[in-house]
Nanobody, 115 residues
Framework: QVRLVESGGGLVQPGGSLRLSCAAS????????MGWYRHAPGKQREWVAR???????GYADSVKGRFTISTNSALNTMYLQMNSLKPEDTAVYYC?????????WGQGTQVTVSS
């Protein structure tokens, strides 16, 4: 079973940047597609971005043009470069397969955008 561990969150001012990492104990492309999700207080968890083994990339409209999803060459780490951060990006960010599997939800990493 692949284990996913998120890291890289923190407190950043509006307009700032962060890079999140998702480290997998095996190849992340043992799944057909991997993605980033986020869960903000008082809201449902939402999908943010996805990437497939074939290189297809997609983004939620709310982050398009600001966030970039990528992987390392070993295909065991996935990244989310987040630029031009807004207060509404504040959430716990998770990585998981697309569609997500219950058994792969981890602890997530907190991103707080505030002045």
């Amino acid at each position: 079973q692949v284990r996913l561990v998120e890291s890289g969150g923190g407190l950043v001012q509006p307009g700032g940047s962060l890079r999140l990492s998702c480290a997998a104990s095996g190849s992340i492309f043992s799944f057909n597609a991997m993605g980033w999700y986020r869960h903000a207080p008082g809201k449902q968890r939402e999908w943010v971005a996805r990437i497939t083994g074939g290189g297809y990339i997609g983004y939620a409209d709310s982050v398009k043009g600001r966030f970039t999803i990528s992987t390392n060459s070993a295909l065991n780490t996935m990244y989310l470069q987040m630029n031009s951060l807004k207060p509404e990006d504040t959430a716990v960010y998770y990585c998981n397969s697309v569609p997500p599997r219950v058994e792969y939800w981890g602890q997530g990493t907190q991103v707080t955008v505030s002045s």
